[in-house]
C-alpha cells in the first residue's frame, strides 16, 4: 500500500540517509504516483535519481507522467518528459498517450499540445492506434475540430472504433451535431457508444423527435442505460415530464443516474411532490439525489421542507452533504431567518473544512445568511476571511447592507468594490440604490444610476424601480414622473406602485390621479395597487373614487393577503 502523499517528505528523506533509494527501483515505484503532490521533490527526483538505473529511467518518467495526467497538477509531465530528453533516454509509446492528456487539460495554452503532437509525428507514433486516440482526444477537449479532421484523415487507416468515436463526441461536444451525423453515417462500424453519442446530442439540443428516431432505430444490444438516461434527460430538460415518466417506468434497467436524472427534471421543473414521489422509493440515495431534492425545494420557495429534508439527511443517511447542498440550505435559513439553523450549518462548513471561495460561492451564502437574519457583524466577519473575493461575495455584502439600514457601511463596501477591480454588476447597483434610497442619499444614489453604463451595466426595471422609490420618499414625484417616463420600455406595476405610494406618503393626489390610470391600464392582478389607489382617494376625502376602486378589487377578484394593508402584495 503506498504512503499518504503528507508523508512523502518524510518517507524520502529516510530511504536517502539509508541508501535504499540507491539499490533498487522498488522504492521509487511505489514513490512515484504520489509525487504530482510535490512538485519539487519530483523535479528533483526525476532529474538525480531516475538517470541511475538507465533500464528503467523511461518507465519511471511514465509513471510520473501518467500520475500527472490523472492530478491536478498536468504541467508536471512536461517536466517529466523534458526530464527524459535530457537524461539521454528516448520517450516510447506509452509516454504519449498519458502527455497528451496532461496537454487536453491545459485548453488554455494550445500551443502546448501542439508541441507534443508535434513530436508524435517527429518520432513516429502517431501510427500507434492509442497515441492516435490520445492526440484526437486532445483536439476533442480543445474543441478545435478542424484540427481534429485534420489529424483523423492524415491516418485514417490507423482508425479504429474508438477513434470513430472520439471524433464523434468531438463534434457533439462542440455542438455541430451536422458534422457528427455525417461522421456517424461513414462510420464502417457503430457500437453502444456511436448510438450514444448521437442519441444524447439530438436530446440535448431539443431535436426529440430525431432523438426518439434514432433511439428506436438502434439495435437493442447497443441501447443501454447511459442511452435511456439521455432521453430522459432530453425530455425532463424540456419540460416534457410524462415523456420522460414514461421512458423512465419503461426502462428495463435503471441504475442511480437513471433515478436522479428523472429527480432533477421533476425539480427543474417545480413539481416537487413528483420528486419526492420518487425518492422516497429509490433503491439507494447518493449526495447528487439529497442535492436535488434539497436545492429543489429552496428553488420553489418551500424552505421549511428544504430544512426538514436536511435535518432528515442527517439522521438517517450516512451521505455527507456538499458545498451545493449547503448553499441551499444557507438560502432556506436566510428566507426564513433561522438563525440557529444557520449557525449549525456554518459550524458544518468549518468542521468538514469546505472552501468558501471557490466557483461554489459558499462564502457568499454565508454572508447572505447571516445579514438576512440581521447578524451583519458576521456576513463582514465572512467577508474578511475569503482569499478571493468574487462579484457574488462583494454582492451578499452590499445588499445585505443595504436591508439592514446600514447605509453609510454599504457605500463604503461598493468604494471598495471599485478600488478592488471587481467589477459591479447589476445585482451590485439594484443594492447600492436600496441603500441610497433608505438613507435619503439623492445625490449619491444618482451618481449611481448614471455611472452604471461605465460598468457595461444597463439599467433594468429594478433599477429604475429603486430610484422611483428613492425620489419618492424624497417627495420628489414630478422627478420621478420624468425618469418613467424615460424609461425605455413601459413601466411595470412595481414601479408605478412604488411612486403611488409616494403619492399617498405625500398627499400629492394630482400625481396620483395620473399614476392611478396607468395602473388600470395594466389590467394588474395585484390587490396592493387598488388598496393604494383606494387609500390615496380616501386621504382626499374622496369616497366615491375610493369605493370604485375598492370595486375592481370584487369585480375580478383579486383578494387581499389577510392582515395587509396598502402595501405592495
Not at 453502444?192 to 448521437?198: D, R, Y
Not at 441501447?223 to 434527460?233: F, K, L, P, Y
Not at 434539497?294 to 438517517?316: C, H, K, N, P, W
Not at 406602485?497 to 393626489?509: D, I, T, V, W, Y
Request: aromatic content about 8%.
Amino acid at each position: 500500500m503506498a504512503p499518504p502523499p503528507r508523508l512523502l517528505p518524510l518517507l524520502l528523506s529516510r530511504l536517502v540517509i539509508s541508501g535504499d533509494l540507491l539499490r533498487s527501483t522498488a522504492h521509487l515505484r511505489r514513490i512515484v504516483p504520489l509525487l504530482p503532490s510535490h512538485p519539487h521533490l519530483a523535479a528533483a527526483l526525476s532529474s538525480l535519481y531516475f538517470p541511475l538505473f538507465p533500464s528503467s529511467c523511461t518507465f519511471l518518467h511514465n509513471l510520473l507522467i501518467q500520475a500527472s495526467a490523472t492530478s491536478p497538477s498536468p504541467r508536471l509531465a512536461f517536466a517529466a518528459f523534458s526530464s527524459i530528453l535530457r537524461s539521454g533516454d528516448a520517450p516510447d509509446r506509452f509516454t504519449f498517450p498519458a502527455l497528451l492528456k496532461s496537454a487536453s487539460k491545459l485548453a488554455s495554452f494550445p500551443r502546448t499540445g501542439a508541441q507534443v503532437h508535434a513530436q508524435t509525428v517527429r518520432r513516429g507514433f502517431l501510427v500507434d492506434v492509442f497515441v492516435f486516440n490520445s492526440l484526437l482526444a486532445m483536439y476533442a477537449a480543445f474543441r478545435d475540430t478542424s484540427s481534429m479532421r485534420e489529424v483523423f484523415d492524415s491516418c485514417a487507416g490507423v482508425a479504429d472504433v474508438v477513434s470513430w468515436n472520439t471524433m464523434l463526441g468531438g463534434y457533439v461536444k462542440c455542438g455541430d451535431i451536422d458534422d457528427a451525423r455525417r461522421l456517424f453515417e461513414e462510420m464502417p462500424q457503430r457500437n453502444g457508444v456511436s448510438w450514444s453519442a448521437m442519441v444524447g446530442a439530438y436530446a440535448g439540443s431539443g431535436e426529440l423527435d430525431v432523438a426518439r428516431e434514432m433511439f428506436d432505430e438502434m439495435p437493442a444490444i447497443g441501447r443501454n442505460v447511459v442511452t435511456w438516461n439521455s432521453m430522459i434527460t432530453g425530455f425532463a430538460r424540456h419540460g416534457l415530464l410524462p415523456l420522460a415518466r414514461k421512458m423512465f417506468d419503461e426502462m428495463p434497467v435503471r441504475n442511480l443516474v437513471s433515478w436522479n436524472t428523472m429527480i432533477r427534471g421533476y425539480a427543474v421543473n417545480g413539481d416537487m411532490d413528483g420528486a419526492r414521489e420518487l425518492f422516497d422509493v429509490m433503491p439507494e440515495k447518493d449526495v447528487v439525489s439529497w442535492t436535488c431534492m434539497i436545492s429543489g425545494y429552496a428553488q420553489a420557495g418551500r424552505y421549511a421542507e428544504t430544512l426538514d429534508l436536511f435535518r432528515s439527511m442527517q439522521s438517517v443517511s450516512s451521505v455527507r452533504p456538499n458545498e451545493v447542498t449547503m448553499v441551499s440550505v444557507l438560502s432556506a435559513c436566510a428566507h426564513v431567518t433561522a438563525l440557529e439553523e444557520g449557525r449549525w450549518a456554518h459550524a458544518f462548513i468549518d468542521k468538514h473544512k469546505m472552501v468558501l471561495d471557490n466557483e461554489f460561492n459558499l462564502g457568499a451564502a454565508l454572508i447572505d445568511m447571516y445579514a438576512k437574519c440581521a447578524r451583519t457583524d458576521m456576513a463582514v466577519k465572512i467577508f474578511h476571511s475569503l482569499h478571493q473575493k468574487n462579484v457574488s461575495a462583494w454582492n451578499a455584502l452590499i445588499t445585505g447592507l443595504a436591508i439592514n439600514g446600514d447605509v453609510q457601511d454599504c457605500i463604503s463596501v461598493f468604494e471598495q468594490m471599485k478600488r478592488s477591480g471587481e467589477k459591479p454588476n447589476d445585482i451590485t447597483f439594484v443594492g447600492v440604490l436600496t441603500a441610497c434610497s433608505h438613507g435619503g442619499l439623492m445625490d449619491e444614489g444618482r451618481r449611481c444610476f448614471q455611472s452604471m453604463t461605465s460598468y457595461g451595466v444597463q439599467p433594468e426595471a429594478k433599477h429604475y424601480g429603486c430610484m422611483v422609490d428613492m425620489l419618492g420618499r424624497a417627495g420628489l414625484l414630478e422627478e420621478a414622473e420624468e425618469l418613467i417616463r424615460s424609461m425605455p420600455v413601459a413601466p411595470d406595476v412595481m414601479i408605478l406602485g412604488a411612486l403611488l405610494g409616494a403619492c399617498r406618503m405625500h398627499k400629492r393626489f394630482d400625481v396620483a390621479e395620473r399614476v392611478q390610470s396607468k395602473i388600470i391600464g395594466l389590467n394588474t392582478q395585484q390587490a396592493g395597487c387598488y388598496v393604494l389607489i383606494s387609500d390615496v382617494y380616501a386621504a382626499a376625502d374622496k369616497w366615491g373614487e375610493a369605493s370604485d376602486a375598492r370595486h375592481v378589487l370584487q369585480k375580478h377578484v383579486i383578494r387581499k393577503s389577510p392582515g395587509s394593508s396598502s402595501s405592495m402584495q
